[in-house]
């Protein structure tokens, strides 16, 4: 029977707080260990880096990141120091930015205590100002009024009327953006739809987004809309914030608008996602339509919430997510009656199909399967009108696709954004 010499625990652990810490602090650790405190070394090198370091269960990204915490909660500045500069100058594919650090502090706030916290961005903008050069970053004045909360935007209210209530989302990669994304809601819901979208996309492009007239916190005008008064309004909000041509995401009446928008306006409008939408109804539709517009002003939006949750979402999503689907009802049956009546009259007029030739921009239409409000076939007529359009149909959605297929819908977009 035969003895291996190498102490495998050892090794391996050394192999791994080399990845984390880097050669040059482990090097000096060792070489600085005496005759008091090697078993020490050896101890935690076998049990703090293979025992629980080597364990794959967690990303070494977050391994960072729980040590940070625990290390800020329990006010040990001198292994937090040592981890916050292994974590902003080690490899690549575990590294964490400034900006994912600062978002570990932020979060400690809350959790470890707001005096905490203060004491570890104190620590480590020290270590920023020593190796900010290494990693490309500086630190430069910034007035706490001027920040924004990275998952809603900088928030706003347009100069024109009606007044429109907007966020944008700068890149969070620091860089000039990819793109302009413009992401516009569905009738009877906001902004806030688009978030988990928003906060994806905005890694790399600026994103707007807004809410219609008549809905969330803009401006709601009297009377019936059109779909072109709807177009000129976001127009005059792309040109307000100085956009250029953008990405345009639209839902249900957000794709209306969107094409719309690409006839009235082409130069500003890159591409086009155009979602659970048509570019017409049938007349007994648009009864409907007038109908449910007599209903709103008669009655109230509650009389016909119900029956609009039951177009929006597919039966098993509904007995699945209520919480979801109330969510939505809230947001419905607060909208403006007015606003809300005067976008149906917009959405139920709608008439573009036999213009959508002139269309000139790249576009992606997506539809549900299960959708009943602006079936299949109004999508394929879509996507066979506009020139080079591809169409896309997601399994098991209904009319708010992407509330009810999120990861579906986002690899769409996506992909189809990659392709511009």
């Avoid at 391994?63 to 937090?80: F, K, M, N, P, Q």
């Avoid at 249900?252 to 591409?271: C, D, F, I, K, W």
């Avoid at 419905?332 to 606003?339: F, L, N, R």
């Amino acid at each position: 029977m035969s003895f291996d010499p190498i102490d495998h625990d050892f090794e391996r652990g050394l192999a791994n707080r080399r990845g984390i810490l880097g050669d040059a602090w482990v090097d000096r650790s060792l070489n600085n260990a005496t005759n008091f405190n090697a078993d020490f070394q050896n101890l935690i090198t076998r049990f703090a880096w293979n025992e629980i370091w080597g364990r794959p269960g967690l990303e070494a990204k977050t391994r960072r990141a729980i040590v940070l915490s625990i290390t800020i909660a329990l006010g040990r500045w001198e292994e937090y120091d040592l981890h916050v500069r292994a974590a902003l100058l080690g490899p690549e594919e575990n590294r964490l930015t400034p900006d994912e650090l600062k978002e570990v502090l932020i979060q400690s706030a809350i959790y470890a205590g707001v005096p905490a916290a203060n004491t570890a961005f104190s620590h480590a903008q020290v270590i920023l100002r020593e190796v900010g050069a290494q990693i490309g970053y500086e630190l430069a004045p910034l007035a706490p009024a001027a920040t924004a909360h990275t998952g809603i935007g900088h928030e706003g209210r347009s100069n024109g009327r009606p007044a429109l209530h907007y966020a944008v989302r700068e890149p969070r990669n620091g860089k000039a953006p990819r793109h302009t994304v413009v992401l516009s809601h569905a009738l009877g819901c906001d902004l806030t739809m688009w978030d988990p979208l928003a906060n994806l996309l905005a890694e790399d492009c600026r994103v707007v987004a807004y809410d219609h007239r008549g809905h969330g916190s803009s401006e709601s005008p009297a009377g019936a809309y059109s779909m072109a008064e709807l177009a000129d309004d976001a127009a005059a909000l792309l040109r307000e914030l100085d956009t250029g041509p953008v990405v345009w995401i639209g839902l249900s009446m957000g794709g209306m608008v969107g094409q719309e928008l690409a006839l009235r306006h082409p130069t500003l409008v890159r591409a086009l996602v155009l979602a659970n939408t048509t570019s017409g109804y049938p007349e007994a539709a648009r009864d409907n339509w007038r109908q449910r517009i007599t209903t709103v002003q008669t009655q109230g939006i509650e009389a016909i919430a119900d029956a609009v949750m039951g177009r929006y979402f597919h039966d098993e999503f509904r007995a699945t997510k209520a919480a979801a689907v109330a969510r939505f009802r809230r947001r419905v049956v607060s909208t403006d009656a007015v606003g809300y009546a005067g976008c149906c009259a917009a959405v139920g007029n709608v008439d573009t199909t036999a213009r959508l030739g002139d269309i000139k921009a790249p576009a992606l239409v997506i539809a549900g399967e299960l959708d009943q409000g602006t079936p299949v076939e109004m999508a394929r007529t879509l996507a066979e009108g506009i020139p080079g359009a591809q169409l896309e149909v997601l399994q098991q959605a209904s009319h708010l696709s992407y509330a009810e297929q999120p990861q579906a819908f986002t690899k769409a977009v996506t992909r189809f954004l990659s392709s511009l």
